[in-house]
């Protein structure tokens, strides 16, 4: 496909250039999956260093997600007053500090500062991508360019455990010494400047939004960006935009998503709920913990290591399938779908782990239940990679009006991270008492998330970012007929 039509036949621009302009912001994407991953070769390697014990190490691991939260929350407001374009710059300043500081780290109390600094960059990388990519994309395309943000995490994280186990191969151990005589899981982190460096470099290569430039009054600056990338009926589009955001304050705040139900508006309550059930249904534990999970349950060492780069692997791979699918099948299809299967897979892992024998404390998977476990586990991932994984992000991008989007998408990937916090230190305490009940609990949140879908979520497949409102209650959602 040679150039991309839109809704108008005006004007049609390459869709090579508008792949290369979203390629450029889901870097941002690529170093959030890697900042998050490149700590797992490390782990034991920073508790013998620094003598920490258990609690220091698992703070030092999640405090990454408290800088993630932190920088969602202010992401959104920084790229209303000061462009998305700027914030781009700063999360790749912040991930470059935060791989010297980590990479250099004294002790384990200045390596988790550093850690919350980097997650302040993954914070309001999570936050800009989806929200430029939606804003520079034509609408038949945007799904397939949104989903791009996916793509680049899981292969951040593929890359990152990749680089740390190609580090401890040349070093000989994450301990031993390397080049310049730092530590080989030093270099893990130091690893990370080099993208943060292209990052940043290539940001200063891409156009600011369209949607920013007419909301600050640049309307020339604004069509010519309109004209090169997204194409179709310049002068009407810049039109529409006009209209939605009229009425935005110079310095935006929280209140403009105030609304009658409980605070907030029926679709910022939306893209909350789609955030927390994306996490709810367990999917970090998969990443997280597999290796530690796979051993507790029989597997070898080797064994689950392996599992776990195949599921890696499998995340990619099923990204590329929603990538293909999301524009002609449409968002909310499949989301359904993806709860659905996501359920069953959650159910016989739920199962099988309350009903397996228990050896020395752990539950022990013998014949075939060692086999139905590892598809189950597998199988989840092909349905979350598929659906929940990007569309998601495809939806918290395009799916607010554009006098909130920014602010609105920064509330929404809070809670995300939020959630991710919650799940990620409470599996422990859950699979302590049993992974059965562990897995029951993502199997209920999987459950209540088709119904969440079904009630609450609305189509945007092919609708322009102009028809997206925010004061219809939720229940009254309904999208229009895509342009023709």
Not at 57 to 80: H, K, M, N, P, Y
Not at 138 to 160: D, T
Not at 393 to 407: H, K, P, Y
Request: charged share 15%.
């Amino acid at each position: 496909m040679s150039s991309a039509q839109t809704s108008d036949p005006n004007i049609s621009v390459p869709i090579a250039r508008v792949i290369l302009v979203a390629s450029t912001a889901a870097l941002g994407g690529f170093l959030f999956g890697f900042d998050t991953a490149v700590i797992n070769g490390a782990v034991s390697a920073i508790g013998e260093q620094f003598a920490a014990g258990p609690f220091l190490l698992g703070f030092a691991v999640a405090s990454a997600l408290i800088g993630c939260a932190i920088g969602a929350w202010f992401a959104g407001r920084i790229a209303d007053r000061y462009g998305r374009i700027r914030v781009m710059i700063i999360a790749a300043i912040l991930f470059v500090a935060s791989a010297l500081g980590c990479g250099l780290a004294f002790g384990i109390w200045d390596l988790s500062f550093w850690r919350i600094v980097g997650g302040l960059g993954v914070g309001a990388a999570s936050v800009i991508a989806p929200a430029y990519i939606a804003e520079v994309s034509p609408p038949a395309h945007r799904g397939r360019l949104g989903s791009l943000q996916q793509m680049a995490i899981v292969s951040g994280i593929f890359v990152a455990l990749l680089t740390d186990a190609a580090i401890v191969a040349v070093a000989g151990s994450a301990t031993a010494p390397w080049l310049l005589g730092l530590e080989a899981w030093r270099w893990m982190f130091l690893s990370e400047i080099v993208p943060a460096v292209i990052y940043g470099a290539l940001a200063l290569t891409i156009p600011e939004s369209p949607r920013y430039l007419i909301a600050r009054g640049e309307m020339k600056r604004a069509k010519e960006v309109l004209t090169r990338y997204v194409g179709g009926n310049v002068e009407k589009t810049t039109t529409d935009i006009l209209k939605t955001v009229e009425g935005k304050p110079d310095r935006p705040r929280f209140s403009i998503l105030r609304g009658s139900k409980f605070g907030l508006l029926p679709i910022v309550w939306v893209g909350i709920g789609l955030s927390v059930l994306q996490q709810f249904t367990g999917i970090n534990v998969i990443f997280y913990y597999s290796t530690t999970l796979w051993q507790a349950v029989g597997f070898t060492e080797q064994d689950s290591l392996t599992i776990t780069v195949i599921t890696s692997v499998t995340n990619i791979v099923t990204t590329i399938v929603a990538i293909l699918l999301i524009d002609k099948v449409g968002r909310k299809p499949l989301l359904l779908v993806g709860a659905m299967g996501q359920f069953v897979c959650l159910a016989v892992l739920a199962v099988i782990f309350a009903t397996a024998p228990i050896v020395n404390g752990e539950p022990m998977l013998e014949g075939a239940a060692g086999t139905t476990a590892l598809l189950a586990a597998n199988l989840y991932v092909v349905f979350f990679g598929a659906s929940w994984g990007p569309v998601v992000w495809v939806l918290l991008g395009e799916m607010f009006s554009n006098r909130i989007r920014a602010v609105a998408l920064s509330v929404a990937a809070a809670a995300q991270w939020a959630a991710n916090f919650v799940i990620s230190t409470t599996f422990p305490a859950l699979a302590s008492v049993g992974l059965g009940l562990a897995y029951g609990v993502y199997t209920f949140f999987a459950f209540v998330a088709i119904f969440f879908v079904l009630r609450f979520v609305r189509e945007t497949k092919g609708r322009t970012l102009e028809s997206m409102t925010d004061t219809e209650p939720a229940r009254a959602m309904k999208a229009p007929k895509a342009a023709k």
